[in-house]
């Protein structure tokens, strides 16, 4: 077996870069951050650690760095980071509406954005208002508004406050509406136009009096559980049928797709913030999926979610991204040609993986080691079966991340050249992690040779 090399962790999805800093990020942290959490001057010119959904989003030079939406024909680009646990916040960006297609377009910020669709938004309109909204789908409530004479080509600071139900818009650090609304309890950040184009800038979140946003992690290793009886795939599936998909299909509950293969989304190469083929919310089960190429940033969990019988073709950037919520689990299916990682932990808590099959990857999990909020993160692996892939799991042991290892079978690796468990230093977003080393330690790294079978 070829052995590739084993990169560090670039900056992706929650990791904003270089420019981007976050305040009090420790090693081997056990209590969340507080105050300024979150920060990106887009200064090292990348949108790393954004999820993009719709538009043309590129870092451009206005001064500085600035990230900057130039499709003003579409009808709703928006860039998300941050986590969907995050409650009582402020955010504050630097926004120039650059074009308005009409008097309706906007340009603006978002807070508590717990989907695509569903968030509070302070929108800069090209009628010269400013409007503080409610916005749920194609519903849009006005919770306030005031005439600027807003115009295009001068920046605008933005700032959105939430604290319980109560949500508050600033411009230019006047208060220009307030009031008491319950769409949305928590959410990520947003930058948003729609039928518009814009820059953005030196984006903060800060948790002072308003709660900490971030979930706090674990103290303590999860616990195992009991191994499961469900043999792993022995081969990949036929396709029933296949499904171009032009856009990110939203999953709420459970979504069955009856082992049709879905393709379509992104250009198939490593290229950051590419779109998810799907974005399940919190609670929700995606099963008897095939993902084709390309397939974009693959699937998006936003809170708990359960992936069943999932089969990736062609791993594009990741297969899936564990962004918020507390328990994923992985429950069959299969994943190849993944030249990075196959699952990327973002969030915090646990993932499972069980009854999967992995071949040519990277690594089958990697748990963030340069995100915009470090957590301490676990991973339970049992009943896989690897085929030419650099390492299994890599983990910051810096941080208290752990990897149990059971039933893990390895076929044609003669010279035992497969990695179980790699071991990294967490480092703030927009440096690289240092691998230091690897293999079970009874600490972070938990398994014995009976676990590790050779064919």
């Known amino acids: 077996m070829q052995k590739r090399r084993l990169p560090g962790r670039r900056p992706l999805l929650l990791a904003v870069g270089a420019g981007a800093t976050v305040a009090a990020l420790a090693a081997g942290m056990t209590s969340a951050l507080a105050a300024t959490v979150f920060t990106d001057n887009f200064n090292d010119g990348n949108a790393s650690g954004w999820s993009k959904s719709g538009g043309t989003w590129t870092v451009v030079t206005d001064g500085s760095g600035v990230l900057n939406q130039s499709n003003a024909g579409s009808e709703l680009a928006r860039q998300f980071a941050g986590q969907t646990g995050w409650a009582d916040y402020s955010v504050q960006a630097r926004v120039k509406p650059v074009s308005f297609g009409s008097s309706s377009a906007l340009v603006g910020l978002a807070a508590r954005s717990s989907s695509s669709t569903k968030m509070y938004r302070l929108a800069l309109l090209g009628s010269g208002r400013a409007e503080l909204q409610a916005v749920n789908g194609t519903s849009i409530t006005a919770i306030g508004s005031a005439s600027l004479g807003v115009s295009t080509g001068t920046w605008y600071t933005l700032r959105i406050e939430t604290s319980g139900s109560t949500i508050r818009g600033f411009v230019n650090g006047t ?261 230091i080393g690897e293999g079970a330690d009874g600490v972070n790294c938990f398994y014995t040779p009976s676990d590790i079978t050779y064919q």
């Open 175 to 435: 208060q220009i509406a307030a009031g008491s609304n319950s769409l949305a309890a928590a959410g990520r950040i947003g930058l948003v136009t729609a039928y518009a184009s814009g820059s953005f800038d030196d984006v903060a979140v800060d948790s002072s009096g308003g709660g900490n946003p971030t979930t706090p992690p674990p103290t303590t290793p999860p616990p195992t559980t009991p191994p499961p009886t469900t043999p792993p795939p022995a081969g990949w599936p036929t396709p029933t049928g296949s499904q171009k998909v032009d856009a990110t299909i939203p999953v709420s509950g459970t979504f069955d797709g009856g082992l049709k293969r879905y393709y379509g989304i992104g250009d198939g190469g490593q290229s950051e913030s590419q779109d998810p083929m799907f974005e399940l919310a919190a609670g929700a089960t995606l099963r008897n999926v095939i993902i084709g190429a390309p397939a974009g940033d693959g699937v998006h969990c936003e809170g708990n979610c359960t992936l069943i019988n999932v089969w990736w073709e062609d791993v594009g950037e990741d297969a899936a991204t564990f962004r918020g919520g507390t328990t994923y689990t992985v429950d069959g299916g299969g994943a190849r040609s993944a030249s990075d990682k196959v699952f990327q932990h973002n969030g915090s808590g646990t993932v499972y993986i069980r009854n999967f099959r992995v071949e040519n990857a990277g690594k089958l999990y990697r748990a963030c080691g340069n995100c915009s909020t470090s957590y301490q993160r676990h991973v339970v692996i049992d009943n896989v079966v690897v085929r030419d892939t650099d390492a299994i799991a890599g983990i910051n042991t810096n941080w208290g991340d752990t990897a149990r290892f059971s039933r893990i079978t390895i076929v044609d690796d003669p010279d035992r050249e497969t990695s179980i468990c790699v071991k990294y230093r967490g480092v703030p977003k927009g440096d690289e992690p240092t691998e």
